[in-house]
Protein backbone atom coordinates (compact mmCIF):
# COMPACT_ATOMS: atom_id res chain seq x y z
CA UNK A 1 0.00 0.00 0.00
CA UNK A 2 2.76 2.19 0.82
CA UNK A 3 4.29 1.50 -2.54
CA UNK A 4 1.33 2.19 -4.07
CA UNK A 5 0.99 5.26 -2.78
CA UNK A 6 4.43 6.77 -2.77
CA UNK A 7 4.32 5.27 -7.17
CA UNK A 8 0.73 8.07 -7.25
CA UNK A 9 2.71 10.75 -5.23
CA UNK A 10 5.58 10.30 -8.02
CA UNK A 11 3.52 10.50 -10.55
CA UNK A 12 1.20 12.92 -9.68
CA UNK A 13 3.51 15.55 -8.14
CA UNK A 14 5.65 15.47 -11.39
CA UNK A 15 2.76 16.47 -13.28
CA UNK A 16 2.78 20.24 -13.23
CA UNK A 17 -0.90 20.59 -14.27
CA UNK A 18 -1.92 18.61 -11.24
CA UNK A 19 -0.45 21.03 -8.93
CA UNK A 20 -2.02 23.67 -10.87
CA UNK A 21 -5.01 22.47 -10.83
CA UNK A 22 -5.33 21.64 -7.19
CA UNK A 23 -3.90 25.30 -6.09
CA UNK A 24 -7.09 26.59 -8.80
CA UNK A 25 -9.23 24.21 -6.70
CA UNK A 26 -8.51 25.57 -3.47
CA UNK A 27 -8.46 29.35 -4.49
CA UNK A 28 -11.84 29.19 -6.15
CA UNK A 29 -13.59 27.33 -2.93
CA UNK A 30 -12.06 30.50 -0.58
CA UNK A 31 -12.76 32.77 -3.21
CA UNK A 32 -16.55 31.43 -3.84
CA UNK A 33 -17.00 31.81 0.02
CA UNK A 34 -15.24 34.95 0.92
CA UNK A 35 -17.05 37.00 -2.05
CA UNK A 36 -20.46 35.29 -0.43
CA UNK A 37 -19.69 36.44 2.82
CA UNK A 38 -19.71 40.27 1.56
CA UNK A 39 -22.88 40.07 -0.26
CA UNK A 40 -25.83 41.85 1.24
CA UNK A 41 -29.55 40.89 0.90
CA UNK A 42 -31.60 44.50 0.80
CA UNK A 43 -34.53 42.08 2.53
CA UNK A 44 -35.06 43.03 6.10
CA UNK A 45 -35.32 40.28 8.45
CA UNK A 46 -32.51 38.19 6.30
CA UNK A 47 -28.95 38.04 6.71
CA UNK A 48 -26.28 36.16 4.28
CA UNK A 49 -24.30 35.48 8.10
CA UNK A 50 -26.71 33.11 8.63
CA UNK A 51 -25.16 30.55 6.10
CA UNK A 52 -21.80 31.11 8.27
CA UNK A 53 -22.72 30.16 11.52
CA UNK A 54 -23.15 26.92 13.17
CA UNK A 55 -24.80 24.69 12.46
CA UNK A 56 -25.63 26.19 9.25
CA UNK A 57 -22.26 26.13 8.20
CA UNK A 58 -22.35 22.32 8.06
CA UNK A 59 -24.56 22.34 5.15
CA UNK A 60 -23.95 25.62 3.21
CA UNK A 61 -19.91 24.90 3.37
CA UNK A 62 -19.83 21.36 1.54
CA UNK A 63 -22.96 22.48 -1.03
CA UNK A 64 -20.29 24.93 -2.40
CA UNK A 65 -17.55 22.93 -2.13
CA UNK A 66 -19.64 20.16 -4.05
CA UNK A 67 -19.65 22.18 -7.10
CA UNK A 68 -16.02 21.73 -6.89
CA UNK A 69 -15.93 18.12 -7.13
CA UNK A 70 -16.30 18.27 -11.25
CA UNK A 71 -13.04 19.94 -10.59
CA UNK A 72 -11.16 17.19 -9.27
CA UNK A 73 -13.10 14.36 -11.16
CA UNK A 74 -11.81 16.30 -14.15
CA UNK A 75 -7.83 16.30 -12.31
CA UNK A 76 -8.13 12.58 -12.08
CA UNK A 77 -9.37 12.21 -15.88
CA UNK A 78 -6.27 13.49 -16.65
CA UNK A 79 -4.11 12.06 -14.88
CA UNK A 80 -5.42 8.19 -15.69
CA UNK A 81 -5.54 9.63 -19.21
CA UNK A 82 -2.33 10.33 -18.66
CA UNK A 83 -1.17 6.63 -17.84
CA UNK A 84 -2.35 5.39 -21.49
CA UNK A 85 -0.95 8.65 -23.27
CA UNK A 86 2.91 7.78 -21.71
CA UNK A 87 1.80 4.65 -21.41
CA UNK A 88 2.69 4.19 -17.79
CA UNK A 89 0.29 1.72 -16.93
CA UNK A 90 1.98 -1.00 -19.41
CA UNK A 91 5.59 0.25 -17.50
CA UNK A 92 4.40 -0.35 -14.45
CA UNK A 93 3.19 -3.92 -15.61
CA UNK A 94 6.49 -4.43 -16.67
CA UNK A 95 8.09 -3.41 -13.78
CA UNK A 96 6.15 -6.08 -11.68
CA UNK A 97 2.39 -4.14 -10.32
CA UNK A 98 -0.60 -6.26 -11.39
CA UNK A 99 -3.25 -4.46 -13.10
CA UNK A 100 -5.43 -4.95 -9.89
CA UNK A 101 -2.51 -2.77 -8.42
CA UNK A 102 -2.87 -0.15 -10.83
CA UNK A 103 -6.71 0.28 -9.99
CA UNK A 104 -5.54 0.24 -6.17
CA UNK A 105 -3.38 2.79 -6.78
CA UNK A 106 -5.62 5.44 -8.35
CA UNK A 107 -8.08 4.58 -5.59
CA UNK A 108 -5.54 5.35 -3.34
CA UNK A 109 -5.01 8.76 -5.28
CA UNK A 110 -8.53 9.23 -5.70
CA UNK A 111 -9.17 8.53 -1.38
CA UNK A 112 -6.26 11.05 -0.95
CA UNK A 113 -7.49 13.72 -2.63
CA UNK A 114 -10.88 13.43 -0.97
CA UNK A 115 -9.10 13.57 2.58
CA UNK A 116 -7.41 16.94 1.48
CA UNK A 117 -10.69 18.55 0.09
CA UNK A 118 -12.28 16.89 3.40
CA UNK A 119 -9.52 19.01 5.37
CA UNK A 120 -9.79 22.31 3.14
CA UNK A 121 -13.99 22.35 3.54
CA UNK A 122 -13.01 21.57 7.85
CA UNK A 123 -10.41 24.14 8.03
CA UNK A 124 -12.85 26.77 6.41
CA UNK A 125 -15.75 25.72 8.44
CA UNK A 126 -14.21 26.19 11.87
CA UNK A 127 -12.30 29.27 10.43
CA UNK A 128 -15.89 31.07 9.68
CA UNK A 129 -18.27 29.26 11.93
CA UNK A 130 -15.93 30.36 15.02
CA UNK A 131 -16.07 33.90 13.76
CA UNK A 132 -19.32 34.39 12.84
CA UNK A 133 -21.02 32.77 15.66
CA UNK A 134 -22.29 34.04 18.80
CA UNK A 135 -22.96 31.84 21.91
CA UNK A 136 -20.52 29.33 20.85
CA UNK A 137 -21.60 25.88 22.51
CA UNK A 138 -19.91 22.05 21.74
CA UNK A 139 -23.67 21.06 20.94
CA UNK A 140 -23.91 23.97 18.30
CA UNK A 141 -20.61 23.53 16.98
CA UNK A 142 -21.11 20.12 15.89
CA UNK A 143 -24.68 19.84 15.03
CA UNK A 144 -25.41 18.42 11.83
CA UNK A 145 -21.13 17.97 11.30
CA UNK A 146 -22.02 14.69 9.92
CA UNK A 147 -22.81 16.00 6.92
CA UNK A 148 -18.98 16.71 5.87
CA UNK A 149 -18.53 12.89 6.12
CA UNK A 150 -21.35 12.70 3.38
CA UNK A 151 -19.50 15.62 1.29
CA UNK A 152 -16.55 13.14 1.20
CA UNK A 153 -18.83 10.26 -0.28
CA UNK A 154 -19.33 12.94 -3.02
CA UNK A 155 -16.05 13.62 -3.61
CA UNK A 156 -15.35 10.18 -4.23
CA UNK A 157 -18.15 9.13 -6.13
CA UNK A 158 -17.37 11.93 -8.86
CA UNK A 159 -14.04 11.24 -8.96
CA UNK A 160 -14.54 7.18 -9.11
CA UNK A 161 -16.91 8.04 -12.20
CA UNK A 162 -14.24 9.78 -13.90
CA UNK A 163 -11.68 7.12 -13.42
CA UNK A 164 -14.60 4.60 -15.39
CA UNK A 165 -14.82 7.13 -18.10
CA UNK A 166 -11.00 7.74 -18.49
CA UNK A 167 -10.58 4.02 -18.64
CA UNK A 168 -13.35 3.64 -21.28
CA UNK A 169 -12.34 6.64 -23.68
CA UNK A 170 -8.87 6.79 -22.72
CA UNK A 171 -8.78 9.98 -23.90
CA UNK A 172 -8.26 13.44 -21.91
CA UNK A 173 -10.41 15.69 -24.34
CA UNK A 174 -12.98 12.62 -25.03
CA UNK A 175 -13.20 11.89 -20.84
CA UNK A 176 -14.09 15.41 -20.11
CA UNK A 177 -16.11 16.10 -22.75
CA UNK A 178 -18.11 12.85 -22.45
CA UNK A 179 -17.69 13.55 -18.19
CA UNK A 180 -19.46 16.91 -18.40
CA UNK A 181 -22.55 15.55 -20.92
CA UNK A 182 -23.28 13.16 -19.16
CA UNK A 183 -24.19 15.36 -15.88
CA UNK A 184 -26.24 17.84 -18.89
CA UNK A 185 -28.34 16.78 -20.81
CA UNK A 186 -27.23 12.78 -20.97
CA UNK A 187 -28.64 11.59 -17.90
CA UNK A 188 -31.42 14.15 -17.39
CA UNK A 189 -32.95 13.08 -20.79
CA UNK A 190 -32.50 9.76 -19.83
CA UNK A 191 -34.22 10.14 -16.28
CA UNK A 192 -37.54 11.84 -18.11
CA UNK A 193 -38.44 8.93 -19.77
CA UNK A 194 -38.80 6.89 -16.70
CA UNK A 195 -41.44 6.83 -14.09
CA UNK A 196 -40.98 9.91 -11.21
CA UNK A 197 -40.47 7.42 -8.52
CA UNK A 198 -37.24 5.90 -10.66
CA UNK A 199 -35.93 8.89 -11.73
CA UNK A 200 -34.34 9.71 -7.90
CA UNK A 201 -32.53 7.08 -8.52
CA UNK A 202 -29.94 7.65 -11.38
CA UNK A 203 -26.00 7.75 -10.45
CA UNK A 204 -25.80 11.90 -10.93
CA UNK A 205 -28.88 12.03 -9.15
CA UNK A 206 -28.12 10.04 -5.86
CA UNK A 207 -24.92 11.22 -5.93
CA UNK A 208 -25.32 15.24 -6.16
CA UNK A 209 -28.20 14.29 -4.08
CA UNK A 210 -25.96 13.81 -1.13
CA UNK A 211 -25.11 17.71 -0.61
CA UNK A 212 -28.57 19.06 -1.48
CA UNK A 213 -29.45 22.78 -1.97
CA UNK A 214 -29.21 24.29 1.13
CA UNK A 215 -32.89 25.44 2.70
CA UNK A 216 -31.57 29.47 2.03
CA UNK A 217 -34.57 31.24 3.87
CA UNK A 218 -34.48 29.58 6.40
CA UNK A 219 -30.61 29.84 7.23
CA UNK A 220 -30.13 33.49 6.02
CA UNK A 221 -33.25 34.77 8.65
CA UNK A 222 -32.72 36.52 11.44
CA UNK A 223 -36.25 34.78 13.21
CA UNK A 224 -36.70 31.44 13.43
CA UNK A 225 -39.71 30.23 11.59
CA UNK A 226 -41.54 26.69 12.73
CA UNK A 227 -44.51 24.92 12.23
CA UNK A 228 -46.95 23.16 14.74
CA UNK A 229 -44.60 20.01 14.00
CA UNK A 230 -41.38 21.75 14.54
CA UNK A 231 -40.43 21.72 11.16
CA UNK A 232 -39.22 25.30 8.87
CA UNK A 233 -42.10 26.71 7.56
CA UNK A 234 -39.45 27.84 4.56
CA UNK A 235 -38.15 24.75 4.06
CA UNK A 236 -39.07 24.97 0.33
CA UNK A 237 -39.52 20.72 0.17
CA UNK A 238 -42.16 21.01 2.62
CA UNK A 239 -43.79 23.78 0.72
CA UNK A 240 -43.47 22.21 -2.53
CA UNK A 241 -41.17 24.39 -4.24
CA UNK A 242 -38.31 21.33 -4.18
CA UNK A 243 -39.42 17.82 -5.33
CA UNK A 244 -39.22 14.98 -2.18
CA UNK A 245 -35.86 13.52 -1.56
CA UNK A 246 -34.52 10.22 -0.42
CA UNK A 247 -33.87 9.45 2.93
CA UNK A 248 -30.56 10.79 3.82
CA UNK A 249 -29.25 7.00 4.92
CA UNK A 250 -30.84 5.69 1.45
CA UNK A 251 -29.24 8.23 -0.61
CA UNK A 252 -25.34 7.25 1.39
CA UNK A 253 -26.27 3.75 0.81
CA UNK A 254 -27.23 4.18 -2.79
CA UNK A 255 -24.25 6.32 -3.75
CA UNK A 256 -21.75 3.53 -2.41
CA UNK A 257 -23.30 0.89 -4.56
CA UNK A 258 -22.47 3.34 -7.21
CA UNK A 259 -19.23 3.72 -5.98
CA UNK A 260 -18.76 -0.40 -5.54
CA UNK A 261 -19.61 -0.78 -8.92
CA UNK A 262 -17.76 2.23 -11.05
CA UNK A 263 -14.71 0.61 -9.32
CA UNK A 264 -15.89 -3.01 -10.22
CA UNK A 265 -16.25 -1.99 -13.73
CA UNK A 266 -13.20 0.18 -13.96
CA UNK A 267 -10.67 -3.55 -12.83
CA UNK A 268 -12.88 -5.51 -15.32
CA UNK A 269 -12.20 -3.33 -18.03
CA UNK A 270 -8.31 -2.43 -16.69
CA UNK A 271 -7.94 -5.99 -16.46
CA UNK A 272 -9.34 -7.46 -20.05
CA UNK A 273 -8.32 -4.84 -22.40
CA UNK A 274 -5.12 -3.71 -23.55
CA UNK A 275 -2.81 -1.47 -21.98
Known amino acids: MKKLFNLEKIKALSYPAFKTLMIIHFLLFFLVILVVSRAHFSIPGFSIKGLYQFPNIWQFFPWVASWFNLFLAIVIIILVGNEFSFRTFRQN?????????LIKGKLILIFTIAVYTLIMVLLAVFIFGLINTKNISFDIIFENSYLILI?????IGYMTLGLLISIILRNNALSIIMFILYFFPIEPIIR???KAEARNFFPIKIISNLTPTPEFLTMASEKSYTNASGTSSLDFSEIGLLPEKLPVGITVLLAAGYIGFFIAVSTLLLNKRNL
Open 93 to 101: VIDGLSRND
Open 151 to 155: YFVQA
Open 192 to 194: VMF
